[in-house]
């Protein structure tokens, strides 16, 4: 999950007793991809920063037409490097667009990991949303629009939108229906 200011905060109060980083990295690229040392004071930031790149591991922020993105503007992640996982099983469709050849590295292949970000000042990378239906819910990702789309098979349902919402400090899908 996301690494919020306030927790953030609280590692810093630790006054180096102990060390707290912010370790990002989706499961298809072994899980560690990016990292960042929370002993800084980011609270100038609207997002704690997921880091550099760890060791082994290549990150793009493309734009949509799959150009480098400059220092502080928008765009996809994409990753590469040693620990990039060979595509989904059984589901060739969805590994050809999301696995796709790394025209940075040829020969080599990337993830597109959906998450919209942007490089920092610094050489760290800020984490700012999805640029799809996906959201994560307790560690599970959830693509919206396929609950979305269960909906409208359902007799009697003509139109259908699902919503994460906050509820108690958690959230939880709400479908309105």
Not at 16 to 34: D, K, L, Q, W
Not at 112 to 119: F, H, M
């Amino acid at each position: 999950e996301a690494v919020n200011h306030e927790l953030a905060r609280r590692c810093r109060a630790l006054g180096g007793r102990v060390s707290c980083e912010n370790i990002y990295g989706p499961t298809e690229i072994t899980i560690y991809a990016t990292r960042f040392h929370l002993g800084e004071d980011v609270s100038h930031l609207a997002n704690v920063p997921i880091g550099v790149p760890m060791r082994n591991t290549k990150v793009y922020v493309l734009s949509p037409q799959g150009q480098l993105q400059p220092i502080g503007v928008p765009g996809e992640l994409c990753i590469g490097g040693s620990g990039l996982a060979r595509g989904y099983l059984n589901h060739p469709e969805l590994t050809a667009q999301k696995f796709v050849d790394n025209p940075f590295a040829p020969g080599t292949r990337m993830y597109r990991t959906g998450d919209l970000v942007r490089w920092l000042p610094d050489g760290n990378i800020e984490f700012l949303g999805r640029i799809d239906q996906q959201v994560k819910i307790r560690g599970y990702r959830i693509e919206l629009g396929e609950i979305e789309s269960v909906l409208l098979k359902q007799a009697g349902v003509r139109e259908a939108v699902v919503v994460a919402r906050e509820q108690g400090g958690a959230k939880a899908l709400c479908a309105y229906v």
